[in-house]
């Protein structure tokens, strides 16, 4: 999947708790984006990157922050996870100029 | 809000048959791409066509784009059940940044 790591493939947690999804990429891209994925929903874009320590939210970020220290790490911390956030998560990257994204193979999360 | 809608939500037709799906959208755009998911795997660009182009080939797909009716079409010809997947339509609205926004897709199935 195009150089993209999501980790962990799979997570199950408590209402109430902090988790933390790693996206990390050997690609050297510029953009990375945090996408959720929910039946009836299609994608929808939670958090986007622009450079390291550049972030910006997306269509539904409440509930969600994002970190960016490296060019080659993007990270999404749910602080306080809810059953609503149950869903699959996606991250995506975009190289300057390339107007296409890559994704990895998603991280599969169940808040109980 | 979901730019893009694609029509239909499932298709099913046997090994050889062309398949269509659609897309529409509410907003300008500065290109519309289209990616396909297996089953448990992240998505995959299959094609990108421009606000200022109609009609693009690649292999055996066939993308065409209306502007003024703000819907585009994906055509499969001679599909083979390695097509079974689900298929998306991404906008991009030229906001900066290459964010995409998806349909909630098409699911096909081809069946042998």
């Known amino acids: 999947d195009a150089g993209i790591t999501q980790s962990p493939r799979h997570k199950v947690t408590e209402t109430g708790t902090p988790v933390t999804l790693r996206c990390h990429q050997t690609e050297n891209h510029r953009y990375m984006y945090w996408y959720r994925q929910d039946p009836g929903h299609g994608l929808r874009l939670i958090h986007y990157s622009y450079g390291v320590k550049d972030t910006d939210k997306g269509e539904v970020s409440d509930g969600y922050s994002v970190s960016r220290s490296k060019t080659e790490d993007f990270l999404l911390t749910l602080e306080s996870a809810t059953s609503s956030q149950t869903s699959v998560y996606f991250c995506?990257?975009?190289?300057?100029?390339?107007?296409?994204?890559?994704f990895g193979s998603g991280t599969q999360l169940s808040v109980l | 809000s979901q730019q893009g809608e694609e029509d239909p939500q499932a298709l099913s037709i046997q090994e050889g048959e062309n398949a269509t799906m659609n897309c529409s959208y509410k907003?300008?755009?500065?290109?519309l791409q289209w990616y396909r998911q297996n089953s448990g795997r992240g998505l995959v660009h299959l094609i990108l066509?421009?606000?200022?182009?109609r009609e693009k080939h690649s292999g055996r797909l066939r993308v065409t784009l209306d502007t003024s009716k703000k819907s585009s079409s994906l055509l499969i010809t001679a599909s083979r059940a390695a097509d079974t997947a689900s298929y998306f339509c991404a906008t991009d609205s030229g906001a900066g940044s290459y964010q995409l926004t998806f349909g909630k897709g098409t699911k096909l199935s081809v069946i042998p």
């Open positions: 995506a990257i975009s190289g300057t100029g390339d107007e296409k994204l890559f």
């Open positions: 907003t300008s755009i500065n290109n």
């Open positions: 066509i421009r606000s200022n182009e």
